[in-house]
């Protein structure tokens, strides 16, 4: 396979994570217009089928960026 074509494939896998990291990696737990809320004891199943699709797109956002920095790593000997 041509070098170009496997750092390009890097490339474009790169980009692709930043992007689901960007979207679904979860943001603190913090309220940035200084809102103060009760919280309650219960269970959200909405929110916590919610945090871990999150949760499994920011890790294959991870994943892609690793795949594509090691096909870029290894376009470089071919």
Avoid: T, W
């Avoid at 992007?19 to 219960?42: C, M, N, Q, T, Y």
């Avoid at 871990?52 to 376009?75: E, M, R």
């Amino acid at each position: 396979m041509n070098s170009n074509i496997v750092n390009s494939l890097g490339l474009i896998l790169d980009i692709l994570g930043a992007v689901l990291i960007f979207i679904f990696g979860l943001p603190a737990k913090i309220d940035r217009d200084g809102h103060g809320f009760l919280i309650i004891e219960s269970d959200n199943q909405e929110e916590k089928a919610k945090a871990k699709k999150y949760d499994c797109y920011s890790a294959l956002g991870l994943c892609l960026l690793i795949v594509g920095f090691v096909l870029q790593l290894i376009s470089n000997f071919l």
